[in-house]
């Protein structure tokens, strides 16, 4: 049995907290609340004497609000994982969330299944975590790799296999919606897309430098489709790969 975790819940509304209270518990993860408060600075006040493993934040509150909470946790030492909670679906919140190093994002009304997915996700990075903590140390060329990094890596090694969001999720231990969101503002592009360019890139190798047929190349970078490869070859290279050939 997995040790029970804490939380400490951040909300300037009663019945929010009362709310994601019972979500919690109904995700039937290890974690359980220690404390509730009202606002950013309360939290703060109280995590001067206590611990929590996670904070799980509102965004806009009086007094002091979650992203400058949550700036506030980031220049300590050993931070907890914070969850910034909102009402307001709006792509500023999630970018401000992003920029603050928030480990997820979760829209109001909290859904169990969203809640359960959201601790899934943050189990498996503490528990990496800890397992990279005990396992002895190696220095690598690159030094720590970021979950982008990891991502993009996982990306090549898995092409020209089907791909998918979900799947590289799991592997780097982050919420595929906050994944989504973290690749295309490191990266400066979607995470489709990009796993399109690399298969095409790979496409043109194999145009350019051997004697297969197109439609061989498109069922080698993952297209059973002939149509739709060429398609996209020409959308992402302006060539379709006949034009790709005989310029090559």
């Known amino acids: 049995m997995m040790p029970m975790s804490s939380i400490l819940l951040v909300d300037d509304e009663r019945w929010v907290r009362t709310a994601l209270r019972k979500v919690i518990e109904r995700s039937e993860y290890p974690y359980e609340v220690v404390k509730e408060c009202a606002n950013g600075l309360e939290a703060l006040d109280w995590l001067e004497y206590h611990h929590a493993d996670v904070v799980m934040t509102d965004v806009k509150m009086p007094v002091m609000d979650g992203l400058t909470l949550v700036k506030q946790l980031r220049e300590r030492h050993n931070p907890p994982e914070v969850v910034m909670i909102s009402g307001y679906d709006d792509f500023q919140y999630v ?43 190696s220095a690598t060329e690159d030094g720590p790799e970021s979950p982008i990094q990891q991502a993009v890596r996982y990306i090549h090694a898995a092409l020209p296999g089907d791909i998918t969001l979900q799947e590289v999720a799991v592997k780097v231990h982050l919420n595929p919606s906050y994944l989504s969101q973290l690749f295309k503002q490191q990266m400066k592009i979607n995470f489709i897309d990009y796993v399109q360019e690399q298969r095409m890139e790979k496409a043109k190798h194999l145009l350019s430098h051997t004697t297969l047929r197109i439609t061989e190349v498109a069922q080698r970078v993952g297209y059973s489709d002939l149509a739709y490869f060429s398609n996209t070859y020409k959308r992402i290279t302006g060539m379709t790969p006949s034009e790709f050939r005989k310029r090559t």
């Open 95 to 137: 970018q401000s969330a992003l920029r603050a190093q928030a480990a997820d994002y979760l829209l109001k009304p909290v859904e169990v299944e969203d809640m359960r997915k959201c601790l899934e996700t943050i189990q498996a990075r503490r528990s990496q975590d800890k397992a990279e903590e005990s396992a002895p140390s």
